[in-house]
């Protein structure tokens, strides 16, 4: 796995609520991002950071939040903005990000699940 | 914006036969990457194309890059279950931000 965790491994949310995934590295990596997969189709990026106290959007932000306090962690926040949460989230990291052609790490990812 | 267009979206070979995935983007790219993600899994990186025409093995597995940088074909000769999983190409777009395929998903029937 590379050395990222994330938890929990199974989430369930009822509606209107927050939700908070964990995801940690320990390889050292200055770039993290966070990917949503719905069932049959690709990754999305969702945020992604190349360093502490800086993050993006990417192409689905909305709904989303993040931060990057730590360079070790990369917490993202679904919030109740978000109209349709349930899906696979995965967390990646690189060594450098800003790098053309870096190698993603990914870790086993969590399947969040609204009641 | 930059896309990547994968096919087929699933695939069903009896074991031993050939499997083919085809990844197109709609711009040139500087690189492209292969990532397998076993069923229930998560992706994991299997290889990186850089050069124009660039062809690399790995094992039962060729990977070629095209001359105009725009495609890319992942081969896998005579299937074995382990292959079984969905297959993704990326190509990076700005920075370090890349856009996924849609991926294949590989069924091999014993």
């Known amino acids: 796995d590379g050395g990222i965790t994330q938890s929990p491994k199974y989430l369930f949310r009822k509606e209107g609520q927050n939700v908070t995934l964990s995801c940690e590295q320990n390889l050292n990596h200055d770039a993290m991002y966070w990917y949503r997969q719905d069932p049959g189709q690709g990754l999305r990026l969702i945020y992604y950071?190349?360093?502490?106290?800086?993050?993006q959007k990417g192409d689905i932000a909305e709904g989303y939040s993040v931060s990057r306090e730590k360079k070790e962690s990369f917490p993202l926040t679904v919030t109740s903005a978000q109209k349709n949460p349930t899906a696979f989230y995965l967390c990646?990291?690189?060594?450098?990000?800003?790098?053309?052609?870096?190698?993603?790490?990914f870790g086993p990812g969590t399947r969040l699940l609204v009641l | 914006g930059q896309q990547v267009m994968q096919i087929p979206q699933y695939q069903h070979v009896q074991e031993g036969e050939d499997f083919t995935t085809y990844c197109n983007s709609s711009t040139t790219l500087s690189n492209i990457q292969w990532y397998k993600q076993r069923p229930g899994g998560h992706p994991v990186f299997l290889i990186q194309l850089v050069k124009s025409g660039e062809v690399k093995k790995q094992k039962r597995l060729t990977f070629q890059f095209g001359e105009a940088k725009k495609n890319s074909s992942l081969h896998i000769t005579a299937t074995q279950t382990t292959d079984v999983g969905t297959y993704f190409c990326a190509g990076p777009y700005t920075g370090n931000q890349f856009y996924f395929g849609t991926g294949t998903s590989l069924t091999v029937i014993p």
């Open positions: 950071s190349q360093i502490v106290n800086d993050f």
């Open positions: 990646a990291s690189s060594i450098q990000g800003g790098k053309v052609g870096e190698t993603q790490y």
